[in-house]
């Protein structure tokens, strides 16, 4: 059975397990331990590769050559061979993805769901690695992503009893019959609605205000495929409602988006990819609301196509077809925290993912490299906590600077097309080979508006009665280049004073005395 992990829709409120596989009595996922072979290579899980043809016929991997289409070197993407990718490359087609809302698009979700692949937690497409951060949820939801990692325990049936007649005091018979209906340690949403209104007029705000956040989560960050039920252990972070607002929900939201990946984020794919599905902007959007706001995914605005076209349009992807940053407008209501580059593990109880911005450099707008290979550590949950509260030791360090959004180094997209499965879709026999597109960087420039042009050469008035002219002119050349990429690439907020600071001293590294404007690379967009 072909089995895919990750994103829950917390961002464009999707479903993610289904009913069925939430009957387990400990429904919580428990931390994955990696086995003794793949500790040694330095992987989660080792694969199982019995009956395996030799000959790199379809649907086997070769012992020397890796799979058809790729991966060539499966070092990395372990579990390839139960990919859901390499099914569909194969020829074992599956359905669209069933999506219990009416807000999500079946077609444009199911073809990401494709490309996830959990042993690096990214997005694989032909361009290179993407996936949602850390930032990306504090924007496009303005949940806190600093603060503690919740911590709890998984629940069995009685325990959910229990914390049913705690938290929400109804009856041991009223838990143990919602239980049984809901078959397992969850409760029905439409019950929690019911209880809600029951305890509002019986003036029990506490006990109400837990119905009420348990239902919330319930319907937006921790969903599930039912699109009805709910997992009571989450009630657990509402057992001091003086302290619930002190967790990172944040971080909680990406754990379960990472663990969940069955729906992923309509929002965050209008973000990044604004050429693959033509998206709708709300009038009404002001910046100061959260960025998933400012799209309209309502069943009147999606213009919905199958999941075969889509894999089409990005298996064409390119690099500039790609929003490598798209919340340079939105910093200045929520700026950019530097805990989103935090490297390592995030837990949400017993749940357990990895957080990898190394793979994923262009987000931050740093040249990407070739990664080195993923690495589970294993942690306890104390020691993942720990890591999380000193986080400045476990941050990402900062790179070279891209010159133009989505640069890679020379050897990073051979690397990439060796390890990875960057198309989905098979070309037609007569059609000639896909290769990794050639690392030429003015490819890679935005039309048609120019980016800032930087003269190394300074007027000769100023140098021309220094000593040590030459090298003067070449450090302020320098400087203006570096100034330009961090203007270029919206590393600070337009209209702020930092940015007209940088500007002016952009002009005068440039010998530029006019008060004329600079004018800025900007992004291109489908509304």
């Given at each position: 059975m072909v089995r895919t992990r990750g994103l829950g829709c917390a961002l464009g409120a999707g479903r993610g397990r289904g009913i069925s596989e939430d009957m387990h009595e400990a429904d919580v996922p428990l931390r994955r331990r990696p086995t003794a072979s793949a500790q040694m290579t330095g992987a989660a899980d080792a694969v199982q590769t019995e009956g395996v043809a030799t000959d790199g016929s379809l649907g086997s991997p070769a012992a020397d050559e890796g799979f058809p289409g790729g991966p060539r070197d499966p070092s990395i993407l372990i579990d390839f061979a139960e990919h859901v990718?390499?099914?569909?490359?194969?020829?074992?087609?599956?359905?669209?993805?069933?999506?219990?809302?009416?807000?999500?698009?079946?077609?444009?979700?199911?073809?990401?769901?494709?490309?996830?692949?959990?042993?690096?937690?990214?997005?694989?497409?032909?361009?290179?690695?993407?996936?949602i951060t850390l930032d990306d949820v504090a924007s496009l939801l303005h949940l806190p992503i600093t603060s503690a990692l919740h911590t709890f325990k998984p629940l069995v049936t009685s325990d959910a009893i229990r914390l049913l007649t705690e938290l929400l005091e109804v009856s041991d018979e009223e838990a143990t019959l919602e239980t049984r209906q809901a078959g397992g340690p969850h409760v029905r949403l439409g019950w929690l609605r019911d209880l809600y209104q029951s305890q509002c007029s019986t003036r029990r705000w506490v006990v109400a205000a837990r119905t009420y956040l348990l239902h919330l989560v319930g319907c937006t960050l921790f969903t599930n495929k039912s699109s009805t039920h709910v997992h009571v252990v989450h009630l657990e972070a509402f057992r001091d409602l003086a302290q619930t607002g002190g967790f990172a929900w944040g971080a909680a939201a990406l754990v379960h988006m990472y663990d969940h990946l069955n729906d992923a984020s309509q929002c965050w794919i209008y973000e990044h990819f604004p050429t693959v599905h033509t998206s709708v902007v709300h009038d009404a959007y002001d910046e100061g609301s959260p960025r998933a706001c400012r799209w309209l995914t309502g069943k009147a605005h999606i213009t919905g196509i199958k999941g075969a076209p889509y894999r089409r349009r990005l298996d064409a992807l390119s690099v500039t077809d790609v929003c490598w940053m798209p919340y340079g407008e939105?910093?200045?209501?929520?700026?950019?925290?530097?805990?989103?580059?935090?490297?390592?593990?995030?837990?949400?109880?017993?749940?357990?993912?990895?957080?990898?911005?190394?793979?994923?450099?262009?987000?931050?707008?740093?040249?990407?490299?070739v990664p080195s290979p993923p690495v589970c550590d294993s942690l306890m949950g104390d020691d993942i906590d720990d890591?999380?509260?000193?986080?400045?030791?476990?941050?990402?360090?900062?790179?070279?600077?891209?010159?133009?959004?989505?640069?890679?180094?020379?050897?990073?997209?051979?690397?990439?097309?060796?390890?990875?499965?960057?198309?989905?879709?098979?070309?037609?026999?007569?059609?000639?080979?896909?290769?990794?597109?050639?690392?030429?960087?003015?490819?890679?420039?935005?039309?048609?508006?120019?980016?800032?042009?930087?003269?190394?050469?300074?007027?000769?008035?100023?140098?021309?009665?220094?000593?040590?002219?030459?090298?003067m002119a070449q450090d302020l050349g320098a400087i203006a280049e570096d100034l330009e990429r961090v203007i270029n690439l919206r590393m600070v907020t337009e209209g702020t004073d930092l940015h007209d600071i940088m500007t002016c001293c952009l002009r005068r590294a440039r010998g530029d005395t006019t008060d004329g404007s600079l004018r800025l690379c900007q992004r291109r967009r489908i509304d």
């Open positions: 990718a390499h099914s569909i490359w194969s020829g074992r087609e599956r359905p669209d993805l069933k999506c219990s809302v009416i807000t999500t698009d079946p077609g444009l979700i199911s073809a990401f769901v494709e490309r996830w692949h959990r042993e690096t937690s990214t997005f694989h497409l032909p361009v290179g690695e993407l996936t939105h910093q200045r209501v929520r700026a950019f925290d530097l805990i989103s580059s935090y490297t390592g593990q995030l837990k949400w109880g017993q749940i357990v993912v990895y957080v990898r911005p190394k793979r994923v450099l262009r987000q931050f707008g740093y040249l990407q490299t890591r999380w509260l000193n986080f400045p030791d476990h941050l990402v360090p900062s790179r070279e600077l891209c010159v133009v959004p989505g640069q890679v180094a020379a050897d990073y997209m051979e690397w990439f097309f060796r390890i990875s499965h960057p198309f989905v879709t098979r070309t037609e026999e007569t059609a000639a080979p896909r290769h990794p597109p050639p690392p030429h960087h003015e490819e890679f420039v935005e039309p048609p508006i120019p980016e800032v042009s930087v003269a190394t050469d300074l007027p000769t008035h100023s140098v021309v009665h220094c000593e040590g002219c030459q090298g």
